[in-house]
Structures are given as C-alpha cells and as structure tokens.
C-alpha cells in the first residue's frame, strides 16, 4: 500500500524559511516524478513543483521560482520542499504526490504564514 | 487565476447523470493528457481518471472521461450520495512548463 507521510508545516513569520519532508513507503521510491500541491484555505488546488526520479529533471511553479527548492534522497524515500522568503500568500496545507500525475497523495501538513 | 476553468457547481439527484465541463486551451488540454480529482470533504484529493479516460485500480466506471479540442469532461453516472464532493480537472500547461489545476467544482447531491 503507498503511503506518503508530510511533515514540517508550521506557523512562520513573513520573510522566514522552512522546510517540508515527505516519507515514502509501499512503492520503490525512485521509479517515480514526485509532486508538491498546495491548497490554500477555502481555495482550490494549485500545483507547486515536481523533480524527476533522479533530481536531473525539476519544474515549479511561477510564483515560488526562487524561493523553493524541491529535492529528493531516494535511498531515505524522501521527498523535500526547501521555502524561503515566504509571504502570506503561501499559507495553505501542502501535500505530497506520488507520480507527475498525482495517483497518491499524503494527507497533507499546514503552513501558516503569518505575523 | 486559473488558466483552466470550470463550473463552480453541479448538481443531481441520487441516480441522475452529471457532467463537469473543463476549459482551457492548445497549450494545455487540446496537446496533454487530464486527469481528474475529487476530494471529499477535510481529506486530501484522490485520482480518478488519468490519461483522459483511464481509471485508476478502485475507482467505479461510474466515472467517466473525455476530452475533445481544448475541453475535458468528467461524467458521473448513477449519482450517489458520497459522491457529494469537490472535483478537479488538471493538466501540463507546455506555456507554463508546470501543471494547472482546474478551478473546481462543487458537486451536491439533492
């Protein structure tokens, strides 16, 4: 059975950084693009970034070009997303997903950016 | 705002066909691949149609998509009560160089 299990989401301040992991199991890891999505409160899906199974190969969106990092550690099964600079408009839960087109998702972890 | 859209709701009563209409365009829907989502109310999305109109092991025929030009639709036939939900198209956008989700729709069973 995949699983995928977020972690990191927090309350930062504007300007501040943090840093979001996805745990991986039930499938070989490294086979497979892996996915950022986030939903703001209220608000509908927005795709934030996904990597290639061996990082050659990253996408993301316009808005956080710059300010996030997405990586991956295939022999951990993990997936990360690096945010700086965050600005209010990045709250909302973000979840991880398995494959380019999204076939599993996690349940998701809040980030709240707010002073 | 999305570049892809959507009605923001749709509804039918238990039994009845639905259908959601998504709209986008040659950079999008008309040259990749749809997939659709639905998310149940306080959980996280789940696929239910990829590549146009496959289904994912689990998800009931009662799904159904297609894509003609630049549009997709999901139908959803036999209307059930859990199926009351908010449904997502989504597709790589060769303008943006990532995906785009669709606005959404609220589906509600009468």
């Known amino acids: 059975e995949v699983q995928l299990v977020e972690s990191g989401g927090n309350l930062v301040q504007p300007g501040g950084s943090l840093r979001l992991s996805c745990a991986a199991s039930?499938?070989?890891?490294?086979?497979?693009?892996m996915t950022w999505v986030r939903q703001a409160p209220g608000k509908g899906l927005q795709w934030v970034a996904n990597?290639?199974?061996?990082?050659?190969?990253?996408h993301y969106l316009d808005s956080v070009k710059g300010r996030f990092t997405i990586s991956r550690d295939n022999a951990k099964n993990s997936l990360y997303l690096q945010m700086n600079s965050l600005r209010d408009e990045d709250t909302a839960v973000y979840y991880c997903?398995?494959?380019?087109?999204?076939?599993?998702w996690g349940q998701g972890t809040l980030v709240t950016v707010s002073s | 705002q999305s570049v892809v859209t959507q009605p923001p709701s749709a509804s039918g009563t238990p039994g009845q066909r639905v259908t959601i209409s998504c709209s986008g365009s040659?950079?999008?829907?008309?040259?990749?691949?749809v997939s659709w989502y639905q998310q149940l109310p306080g959980t996280a999305p789940k696929l239910l149609i990829y590549?146009?109109?496959q289904w994912p092991s689990g998800v009931p025929d009662r799904f159904a998509g297609s894509k003609s030009g630049t549009s997709a639709s999901l139908a959803i036939s036999g209307l059930q009560s859990e199926d009351e939900a908010d449904y997502y198209c989504?597709?790589?956008?060769?303008?943006?160089?990532?995906?785009?989700f669709g606005t959404g729709t609220k589906v509600t069973v009468l």
């Open positions: 997903a398995k494959e380019g087109r999204m076939s599993d």
């Open positions: 039930g499938f070989t890891f490294s086979s497979y693009w």
């Open positions: 990597i290639k199974q061996d990082g050659s190969e990253i």
């Open positions: 040659r950079s999008n829907i008309e040259t990749n691949p």
């Open positions: 590549s146009n109109n």
């Open positions: 989504a597709t790589w956008d060769d303008s943006l160089n990532g995906y785009v």
